[in-house]
């Protein structure tokens, strides 16, 4: 495998910025997206002869650890008017009828490439829409799913496929007719479909619970057993709306949290998306079970969710990552000043976290919650994911950082990044993408289909 040589004029290495640093690495834009980091030199003031020069702050590679790419097609419509997440979901209904495997990989092409020019390395695909309208199977049972792998090939980023079980409209009813697309019947019939998809480089392989209300109480142990025997991740959309703990207690005489613990849904493994409308006994089970929390606060607070308690779960245990979800913004960066400014507009208070704790939540801590443990850090033997952002714009100009993340959380967005580079290969260069020549045209291109 080749080497190539990057100086980052300003680096993260987790605990500060480092200035003149030189990365070695395997890969290359010929090489296989497991290209990895082989040597890390400080100290190094100038660009090395031969050595490709990265002008900026660079940081590790963000992870997107939930996203629904179709959900990007509602950006502009569902934002009209008033309402709550329950009339956007009929909305998303609309859209989620229209795709085929030809045109899902259109739109999550253009959403992934969208999802790179972010600096997104890495995406965790919460992937409910499996068959054709009306429930019955497309000759290969995953088009869907093996549409979306290479919709993220394409367009050069990781993707962890976490296959979606949803089987119940609510507790105890059968899937409404705009679900029957989501739907395989039963658990055992889930973990037989899902179980001929295969990992191959760039790709792992996930589970997700849709939701307490989506999967019979009877039936969550089954999707707890495939991913605990795979050692894959296991994710869950947890507490997001209080009338789902509402119907869960009623149904069930137990909080949504409760009853995944009864069935042995948590653990380190296991990551509850949202995790919004919890009891401290809620909290408590998350984290004495090391059970991570995926905050989503430009989808929270678009759908108008709720801010959930992100700094009670994490002092209990629960590791955080960081997801755009409906994708209303792509801006991994924003996620993480928002969960801080969200508790400080709910408690009047500031400094929650410090910028390097955000920082992780959207790296490394997010990469871990995707089964990509060993990306998400600037370190030798890391995959050779990295991001730099420009520190020259509008937004980011002024003292060179000399601390730490500030200048990276607290003051850019997407709009900064300049570079992306995934197993070695140089997927962003210069704010434009290497394969998808142009991003914008590409999603207005696979959005206009779907409404024509």
Not at 94 to 101: D, G, H, K, S, Y
Not at 244 to 249: S, Y
Not at 300 to 321: F, H, K, N, T, Y
Request: glycine fraction near 10%; charged fraction near 15%.
């Amino acid at each position: 495998m080749p080497l190539t040589t990057y100086w980052l004029e300003h680096a993260w290495l987790d605990t500060h910025v480092e200035p003149g640093v030189v990365l070695t690495v395997s890969g290359g834009d010929a090489g296989s997206p497991e290209g990895r980091i082989e040597a890390v030199r400080t100290g190094v003031a100038t660009p090395p002869p031969g050595a490709i020069a990265l002008h900026g702050l660079t940081i590790p590679g963000l992870s997107n650890a939930h996203s629904h790419a179709f959900h990007r097609a509602l950006r502009g419509t569902v934002q009209v008017g008033s309402g709550t997440f329950w009339t956007w979901r009929e909305v998303m209904y609309t859209v989620a009828q229209r795709l085929t495997p030809d045109s899902y990989f259109a739109l999550a092409r253009a959403v992934y490439a969208e999802m790179a020019l972010a600096g997104i390395t890495s995406v965790g695909e919460f992937h409910y829409l499996h068959h054709a309208p009306g429930g019955t199977p497309y000759a290969d049972p995953n088009a869907m799913g093996e549409a979306l792998i290479a919709a993220a090939a394409e367009a050069g980023i990781r993707i962890t496929l976490l296959d979606t079980a949803y089987l119940s409209s609510g507790f105890g009813a059968a899937p409404e007719h705009h679900q029957l697309r989501f739907t395989d019947g039963t658990a055992e019939k889930w973990a037989e479909r899902v179980s001929a998809l295969k990992e191959r480089d760039g790709v792992r392989l996930g589970a997700a619970i849709h939701s307490v209300r989506a999967v019979p109480a009877d039936q969550l142990a089954t999707v707890a057993h495939w991913a605990t025997e795979r050692h894959a991740p296991l994710h869950v959309h947890l507490s997001e709306q209080t009338a789902e703990n509402d119907a869960c207690q009623a149904a069930h005489g137990m909080t949504p949290t409760q009853l995944l613990a009864e069935h042995g849904v948590l653990g380190a493994r296991t990551t509850g998306v949202h995790n919004t409308h919890m009891t401290d006994t809620d909290i408590a089970l998350i984290g004495s079970t090391s059970t991570g929390t995926c905050m989503c606060p430009t989808t929270e607070r678009d759908l108008a969710d709720g801010i959930g308690p992100a700094v009670a779960l994490q002092r209990a245990g629960s590791p955080l990552s960081l997801g755009s979800d409906s994708h209303a913004v792509v801006d991994l960066l924003e996620e993480a000043r928002a969960m801080e400014l969200n508790e400080r507009l709910r408690t009047r208070t500031r400094g929650h976290w410090t910028a390097a704790a955000l920082l992780r939540a959207a790296t490394a801590d997010g990469h871990a919650a995707l089964g990509w443990q060993d990306a998400g850090v600037l370190e030798q033997g890391a995959l050779a994911d990295f991001v730099t952002i420009a520190l020259d714009t509008v937004r980011t100009a002024g003292p060179v950082p000399r601390l730490g993340a500030e200048t990276a959380v607290f003051a850019a967005t997407a709009s900064d990044v300049r570079h992306v580079i995934v197993g070695g290969r140089h997927i962003v260069r210069d704010g434009f993408h290497t394969s998808v020549p142009d991003v914008g045209k590409a999603l207005a291109d696979s959005i206009a289909a779907l409404r024509s």
